[in-house]
């Protein structure tokens, strides 16, 4: 628990968390919310899925991530989400941007 409190800490990554409670997201959809670099972003995702937080499956080109349903730190994770802000706006940004339409990620 420590280890995942200590990962979350971090804003992005949290921010990244509480997208994909909602729908999974490529990297490049990622991209559209963060003022950072691809590299940077995949860096964060690297974490989370080396941390059993979160898991990819590759559909084509693209890779998608998305929570890990049931993990041991679920019912954590659920706690924490609680107490983000909503992510409504980030979730605009990636459906007006269909981002995965001419994205080479």
């Known amino acids: 628990m420590t280890q995942t409190l200590k990962l979350l ?3 992005t990554r ?3 968390i509480a997208i994909l409670k909602h729908r999974y997201c490529c990297l ?3 991209n559209e919310v963060f003022d950072m670099s691809q590299p940077s ?3 964060h995702l690297r974490k989370l899925k080396d941390s059993g937080l979160i898991q990819e499956e590759r559909r084509g080109r693209w890779v998608y991530y ?5 993990s041991e730190v679920s019912p954590l994770i659920e706690t924490l989400l609680e107490h983000v ?3 409504e706006k980030n979730l605009r940004k990636i459906e007006k941007s269909q981002v995965t ?3 080479d990620c």
Do not use: V
């Not at 998305?66 to 049931?70: E, H």
């Open 14 to 16: 949290l921010t990244i």
């Open 9 to 11: 800490g971090d804003k």
């Open 85 to 87: 802000p909503d992510q």
């Open 101 to 103: 339409l001419h994205c």
């Open 66 to 70: 998305s929570l890990i349903p049931q």
């Open 41 to 43: 972003i995949s860096q």
């Open 28 to 30: 490049c959809e990622l």
